[in-house]
């Protein structure tokens, strides 16, 4: 479940992430080449509410990404250490016929 929703949570940043660079790409159009050198945006001159979604949007993406490999990991090694009890237990009780 861990695994589950730390995708979702990448997912929701990543989708957003698609959607600002969007916005930044519409808002930003008019930097243009001149004089044969294209002009570079600096983060400085970018709108600052843009600037703090592009900063949430990038940490929620790399914690979802966090939780989703860290929760599949916990899941892997919870799922071995059920398939050895399980193990030892079957040979615990297996019965012989003579």
């Known amino acids: 479940m861990r695994a589950l929703c730390g995708a ?12 600002t660079a969007q916005g930044i790409g519409t808002r930003y159009s008019w930097h243009t080449v001149t004089e044969g050198k294209p002009t570079v945006l600096q983060l400085s001159t970018m709108d600052r509410p843009l600037l703090f979604i592009l900063v949430f949007l990038m940490s929620a993406a790399i914690a979802g990404l966090g939780i989703a490999f860290v929760g599949l990991a916990y899941h892997h090694a919870r799922r071995e250490r059920e398939h050895v009890l399980e193990r030892d237990h079957a040979l615990a009780h297996k019965r012989t016929a003579v």
């Open 8 to 19: 979702i949570i990448a997912a929701g940043a990543l989708i957003g992430l698609g959607l």
